[in-house]
């Protein structure tokens, strides 16, 4: 055994829990992990820990995609889904409209546009295709 793989083998007992997605519990343990992460660092590409966060939130992701089918939703519904997780009202997203317009995006009365997709993107931090 190399010196390198020896190296490797010692620091992968202390991370592997942290980087192994395999079941359920692991799971919630890896979402709870990121959220941390998130308050902690947030956006902030330079600090140290910044590569967990992205790796850890790739892995969940991929966890997610195999194990987790979701619900197709529109646009409306995602929005109507993170402001209650967020407890937002409808005055509280000036960036998408009026109280008028996010009422009828949330009625199906009316479609998010390209520019208010981006805008939501970027205020719940997730892939504009999420509202899409």
């Given at each position: 055994?190399?010196?390198?793989?020896?190296?490797?083998?010692?620091?992968?007992?202390?991370?592997?829990?942290?980087?192994?997605?395999?079941?359920?519990?692991?799971y919630?343990?890896?979402?709870?992990?990121?959220?941390?992460?998130?308050?902690?660092i947030?956006?902030?590409?330079?600090?140290?820990?910044?590569?967990?966060?992205?790796?850890?939130?790739?892995?969940?992701?991929?966890?997610?995609?195999?194990?987790?089918?979701?619900?197709?939703?529109?646009?409306?519904?995602?929005?109507?889904?993170?402001?209650a997780?967020?407890?937002?009202?409808?005055?509280d997203?000036?960036?998408?409209?009026?109280?008028?317009?996010?009422?009828e995006?949330?009625?199906?009365?009316?479609?998010?546009?390209?520019?208010?997709?981006?805008a939501?993107?970027?205020?719940?931090?997730?892939?504009?295709?999420?509202?899409?």
């Amino acid at each position: 055994m190399s010196v390198i793989t020896k190296e490797l083998q010692t620091h992968w007992l202390g991370v592997r829990p942290i980087l192994t997605i395999r079941n359920e519990r692991e799971y919630d343990q890896a979402v709870a992990r990121l959220n941390l992460l998130l308050d902690e660092i947030g956006t902030n590409e330079k600090h140290p820990l910044y590569s967990l966060l992205d790796t850890l939130g790739t892995l969940i992701h991929a966890y997610e995609e195999k194990h987790i089918s979701m619900p197709d939703a529109n646009g409306g519904e995602m929005l109507q889904f993170f402001m209650a997780e967020h407890g937002l009202t409808q005055s509280d997203l000036p960036e998408v409209g009026s109280q008028g317009v996010i009422s009828e995006i949330l009625s199906g009365k009316r479609e998010l546009n390209v520019r208010q997709i981006r805008a939501l993107a970027k205020r719940f931090h997730v892939s504009p295709g999420v509202f899409v």
